[in-house]
C-alpha cells in the first residue's frame, strides 16, 4: 500500500515549456463549503506517473565473477529528490537531479539464479516527495538488455509470458563438445503484498532447482504458490534435449494472481532467430493482459538489414491480427485458441497493426549475423510496444549510460503520435519527418541520442521505444507502458465524498461501482503544502477496489494549507479533490478537536507515546505509516476502558523521518504526524 505523486506543478511547468495545449477531458466540477472543491474527469490523455516500483532480475548469462558484469538502475525525475532503494531491507538513498538518470548500481548477488525458489529478492524504488522514472541494465560481456520498470499501480492481476526460446548451440547449429550451453527460457515474478497466490500454467516443462530436488512442472498443467510483500521467483524452461521437439520457450505460460504483480519476461542468451549468432540476454517487463491494446504503430530498428522479430499474443479464439505497411494490407496471424501466440523474424517495413480483439505485440533485435552471417550492428534484446490506445502525453522517458566495459552505444527512438498532429521533444519541433504515415497515425524515428532524460509530447498523446546499438551488442526497452484497463468502456469517474473532522482535517470516501471492469486504482498527489495524505489501511492500489478512503490533515494549523489529491480508477477515469485551509477561518484553538497527543521520541530510548482519552469503553485500533502511507507498525487492536489511554511506540528499529499515526476509536479516526530522529 502505497501513496503515489505526480507532482504537478513540476509538469504543467514542463507543458508550458513545450507551448503545447493538453485537451481539457469532460470534467463535472462539485463546489463545496471549506475550501473544498471536487471535480469528476473522463479518460485524458495525461501520463499517470509513479513514485512507487518493484523490479527483479532475470538471470543473465555469466557469473557474479565475470570481470565486466553489472546490473544498473537508472532513476530520474522532473523534480529534484531523494530516492530509497529497499532490497529485503536494507535501505540506500540516492540523490536524483532534473534532466539526468541517477544510476544505482544493484550488487550481483540480487540476480535471480534459481528456478522454483521463492525468494526475498524484489527491489523496492520510491521517492516520498517526487515522481520517478525507472529502467534497469544487467550487462555481462556482449550480452545485455534493458526494461522499463512498470509501476506498482500498472501491475495486474493476469499475464501471458513473452520470452524467446532456450539456446543450447551444440543442438541449434550443430556445433559440439564444448558448445553444449544450457540458455533457457525463463520469467520473474515479483509481489508487494503478503498472502498473494499466484497460479501458473506453463506452455511448456519447467525445471525446479529447490534444494536438492530435480523435478518439472509439466506443459498445460497449472500448479499454485504463495508469495509474500518482497518475494520474486524465477522459472527456466526445461534443458533442451532435442532442438526439433520443441522450441523450449516459455513465451505464452499463463499467469493468474490473487492481488497484482509484476512479471519480467526474459532469455539468458538467446539467438535471433536461433540458427544465428551471437546470442544475447533479452528481457522485458511484460504488460497485465488488462492494458492490451488492438491498435499498434512499429518502426524498424535503424540501419537494420533484413528485418526485425515480432510476437503477438492474443486473447481470443479465432483472432485475426492484420498488419499493415507501404506494400499493402495482409494477416499476420490468425490465432485458434486465447493465449495463443505467433512469430515472425523478417519484419522490415513501418507498420501498423490491428485486431478486433487485444492483444500483446512485442518487438525484438535480430542476432548480427542475421540475415547472411555477416559481423555487424546489433544483437539480440526485446521489448514491449505500447499501444495506441495507451497514447498519453508528456512521455518522459530516460537514455542509458554505457558503464563499465560496455562499449558506446548508438541511441535512437521511435516515437509514434496521431497524423498530422504537432510532435514536441525537449520543447521544440520534432524536427524530423515521420518515415511512415498512414493518415492515422505517423512514425518518427530519432538518432544519436544522447545520456539524459527527454520528455515527448502531443496534443493526442505518443507513445516512445528506446534503442541503443554496437558492435555484437543491444539493448531495448520502451520507453512507457500505459497503466489503464481498456476495454471496459468505462468513462464514469470515481465517486468522492468529503467529511469533516474538524478544522483540520477531511476524510475522503472513494467509490467505484463493483459492476465496472476498472474499480479504484490510487490515490496521487496533486501538489500539496502544509497539509498530508494519510491512507487508510486496507486499501490495496492497483487491484481495482470498489472502496477506499484517506484523510487530509494540516501539518501546522497556524498556516495556510493547500492539496490536490486525484482519485483515480484503472480505466484512467479520475476525480480531482482540491482541498484549501485558511487559519484566519479556522478555530485554530479547537482545531486539534481532542485528537491524540503524539509527545516526541525520548533520544535516551527512542520511543515516543501517543496519548488520548475516551468518554466509553471503546473499541481501539492504532498503526504507524511512513510518508508513503505504507503501516510499517500495528500499534494496538482491543477494546479499552474509558478514562486517559497512551500507546508507547519503540522507534529504534526505524529509520529516521517523517511518521503518521493513525487512530481509530469505534470508527471514528484520528491521526497525527511525529518525527523520528536518533
Known amino acids: 500500500m502505497t501513496i503515489r505523486s505526480i507532482q504537478s506543478v513540476s509538469f504543467l511547468s514542463v507543458i508550458a515549456i513545450l507551448s503545447i495545449a493538453i485537451i481539457a477531458p469532460q470534467a463535472d466540477a462539485q463546489q463545496q463549503a471549506g475550501g473544498l472543491m471536487i471535480t469528476q474527469h473522463r479518460h485524458d490523455l495525461l501520463s499517470i506517473t509513479s513514485r512507487d516500483y518493484w523490479v527483479a532480475f532475470p538471470e543473465n548469462y555469466g557469473g557474479e565473477n565475470d570481470g565486466g558484469k553489472y546490473i544498473m538502475l537508472y532513476l530520474s525525475s522532473v523534480d529534484s529528490t531523494t530516492a530509497y532503494i529497499d532490497a529485503n531491507g536494507l535501505v540506500d538513498t540516492v540523490a536524483v537531479t532534473p534532466g539526468v538518470p541517477t544510476e544505482y548500481n544493484v550488487p550481483l548477488v540480487w540476480e535471480m539464479k534459481t528456478s522454483d525458489s521463492i525468494e526475498n529478492k524484489a527491489i523496492h524504488i520510491w521517492s516520498n516527495d517526487a515522481s520517478l522514472?525507472?529502467?534497469?541494465?544487467?550487462?555481462?560481456?556482449?550480452?545485455?538488455?534493458?526494461?522499463?520498470?512498470?509501476?506498482?499501480?500498472?501491475?495486474?492481476?493476469?499475464?501471458?509470458?513473452?520470452?524467446?526460446?532456450?539456446?543450447?548451440?551444440?543442438?541449434?547449429?550443430?556445433?559440439?563438445g564444448g558448445y553444449a550451453y544450457d540458455y533457457p527460457s525463463e520469467f520473474v515474478v515479483v509481489a508487494n503484498q503478503d498472502s498473494t497466490n499466484v497460479t501458473i500454467t506453463p506452455s511448456l516443462a519447467l525445471r525446479s532447482t529447490r534444494g536438492n530436488d530435480s523435478f518439472i512442472y509439466p506443459a498445460g498443467i497449472p500448479f499454485t504458490i504463495m508469495m509474500g510483500a518482497g518475494q520474486a521467483v524465477q522459472y527456466e524452461a526445461v534443458p533442451i534435449t532435442d532442438s526439433t521437439k520443441t522450441p523450449y520457450d516459455v513465451t505464452g505460460t499463463q499467469i493468474v494472481s490473487s492481488n497484482p504483480v509484476g512479471v519480467i519476461g526474459a532469455s539468458s542468451c538467446a539467438n535471433i532467430p536461433?540458427?544465428?549468432?551471437?546470442?544475447?540476454?533479452?528481457?522485458?517487463?511484460?504488460?497485465?493482459?488488462?492494458?492490451?491494446?488492438?491498435?499498434?504503430?512499429?518502426?524498424?530498428?535503424?540501419?537494420?538489414?533484413?528485418?526485425?522479430?515480432?510476437?503477438?499474443?492474443?486473447?481470443?479464439?479465432?483472432?485475426?491480427?492484420?498488419?499493415?505497411?507501404?506494400?499493402?494490407?495482409?494477416?499476420?496471424?490468425?490465432?485458434?485458441?486465447?493465449?495463443?501466440?505467433?512469430?515472425?523474424?523478417?519484419?522490415?517495413?513501418?507498420?501498423?497493426?490491428?485486431?478486433?480483439?487485444?492483444?500483446?505485440?512485442?518487438?525484438?533485435?535480430?542476432?548480427?549475423?542475421?540475415?547472411?552471417?555477416?559481423n555487424g550492428l546489433y544483437d539480440p534484446f526485446m521489448m514491449a510496444v505500447n499501444s495506441v490506445d495507451q497514447f498519453s502525453t508528456p512521455v518522459i522517458f530516460n537514455v542509458l549510460h554505457n558503464s563499465a566495459d560496455q562499449q558506446p552505444y548508438y541511441w535512437h527512438a521511435g516515437i509514434v503520435a496521431r497524423s498530422g498532429v504537432p510532435v514536441f521533444v525537449n520543447g521544440g519541433p520534432i524536427g524530423v519527418p515521420p518515415t511512415y504515415d498512414d493518415g492515422f497515425c505517423a512514425v518518427y524515428e530519432l538518432d544519436s541520442l544522447q545520456y539524459r532524460q527527454y520528455i515527448a509530447a502531443s496534443d493526442s498523446g505518443v507513445s516512445v521505444s528506446v534503442y541503443g546499438d554496437g558492435f555484437d551488442e543491444a539493448v531495448g526497452y520502451s520507453g512507457t507502458i500505459g497503466v489503464s484497463t481498456l476495454g471496459s468502456n468505462d468513462l464514469v469517474a470515481p465517486k468522492v465524498v468529503a467529511k469533516p473532522v474538524n478544522s483540520t482535517r477531511t476524510t475522503f470516501s472513494a467509490t467505484k461501482a463493483a459492476s465496472t471492469m476498472s474499480g479504484l486504482s490510487e490515490f496521487e498527489i496533486d501538489s500539496i503544502s502544509n497539509m498530508q495524505l494519510v491512507q487508510a489501511p486496507g486499501f490495496v492500489e492497483g487491484n481495482g477496489s470498489g472502496t477506499g478512503s484517506f484523510d487530509l490533515i494540516v501539518a501546522?494549523?497556524?498556516?495556510?494549507?493547500?492539496?490536490?489529491?486525484?482519485?483515480?480508477?484503472?480505466?484512467?477515469?479520475?476525480?480531482?479533490?482540491?482541498?484549501?485551509?485558511?487559519?484566519?477561518?479556522?478555530?485554530?484553538?479547537?482545531?486539534?478537536?481532542?485528537?491524540?497527543?503524539?509527545?516526541?521520541?525520548?533520544?535516551?530510548?527512542?520511543?515516543?507515546?501517543?496519548?488520548?482519552?475516551?468518554?466509553?469503553?471503546?473499541?481501539?485500533?492504532?498503526?504507524?505509516?511512513?510518508?508513503?502511507?505504507?503501516?510499517?507498525?500495528?500499534?494496538?487492536?482491543?477494546?479499552?476502558?474509558?478514562?486517559?489511554?497512551?500507546?508507547?511506540?519503540d522507534t529504534h528499529l526505524l529509520p529516521n523521518g517523517v511518521y503518521f499515526y493513525r487512530v481509530d476509536i469505534d470508527g471514528a479516526v484520528q491521526s497525527g504526524r511525529v518525527v523520528v530522529s536518533k
Open 274 to 374: 536461433v540458427q544465428f549468432p551471437y546470442c544475447d540476454f533479452a528481457c522485458e517487463m511484460i504488460p497485465p493482459i488488462r492494458t492490451w491494446g488492438q491498435t499498434y504503430y512499429t518502426a524498424p530498428l535503424y540501419g537494420r538489414v533484413g528485418g526485425d522479430t515480432y510476437v503477438v499474443i492474443g486473447t481470443e479464439a479465432n483472432q485475426v491480427i492484420t498488419r499493415t505497411d507501404s506494400t499493402g494490407s495482409a494477416v499476420f496471424a490468425t490465432l485458434a485458441n486465447p493465449n495463443d501466440h505467433v512469430w515472425r523474424h523478417d519484419v522490415a517495413n513501418p507498420s501498423s497493426w490491428t485486431s478486433d480483439a487485444p492483444f500483446l505485440l512485442m518487438q525484438y533485435s535480430n542476432s548480427s549475423t542475421w540475415p547472411n552471417y555477416a
Open 133 to 176: 522514472f525507472v529502467d534497469f541494465n544487467s550487462h555481462d560481456a556482449y550480452t545485455s538488455d534493458a526494461s522499463y520498470v512498470i509501476p506498482s499501480a500498472g501491475w495486474g492481476e493476469t499475464y501471458s509470458v513473452a520470452s524467446y526460446e532456450s539456446l543450447n548451440e551444440s543442438l541449434a547449429q550443430g556445433f559440439g
Open 556 to 649: 501546522d494549523s497556524t498556516k495556510s494549507a493547500h492539496a490536490t489529491v486525484r482519485v483515480l480508477d484503472l480505466a484512467g477515469n479520475y476525480t480531482t479533490v482540491e482541498k484549501d485551509y485558511d487559519p484566519s477561518s479556522a478555530s485554530v484553538a479547537n482545531a486539534p478537536d481532542a485528537a491524540p497527543v503524539a509527545v516526541a521520541p525520548n533520544p535516551a530510548n527512542q520511543n515516543f507515546t501517543i496519548q488520548y482519552a475516551l468518554d466509553a469503553d471503546s473499541h481501539v485500533s492504532a498503526d504507524l505509516f511512513d510518508v508513503l502511507g505504507n503501516r510499517v507498525l500495528s500499534l494496538f487492536n482491543g477494546n479499552e476502558a474509558a478514562g486517559a489511554q497512551s500507546l508507547t511506540v
